[in-house]
């Protein structure tokens, strides 16, 4: 099995992990119904819609 050579060092670690951090809080996917950016698994607040199934009403002002 291979092994590495070298310890990594503590900077060259911490360089690859300077990419590891979540940059996007938010994942945004298409509404399946009305094609509008929504959060990934929560309700379109455009339609109303999860998965194509009505969960509420819009109400226009
Ligand atoms: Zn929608």
Same mark, same amino acid.
């Given at each position: 099995?291979? %092994?590495?050579?070298?310890?990594t060092s503590?900077t060259r670690?911490? *360089?690859? @992990?300077? =990419?590891?951090?979540?940059?996007?809080? %938010?994942?945004?996917?298409?509404?399946?119904?009305?094609?509008?950016? *929504?959060? @990934?698994? =929560?309700?379109?607040?455009?339609?109303?819609?999860?998965?194509?199934?009505?969960?509420?009403?819009?109400?226009?002002?």
């Open positions: 099995m291979a %092994v590495p050579k070298r310890k503590k670690r911490d *360089k690859r @992990r300077s =990419h590891d951090a979540i940059q996007f809080n %938010v994942a945004l996917v298409r509404c399946e119904t009305c094609a509008a950016w *929504k959060q @990934r698994h =929560h309700v379109c607040h455009e339609c109303g819609t999860y998965r194509g199934r009505k969960v509420f009403d819009i109400e226009e002002a």
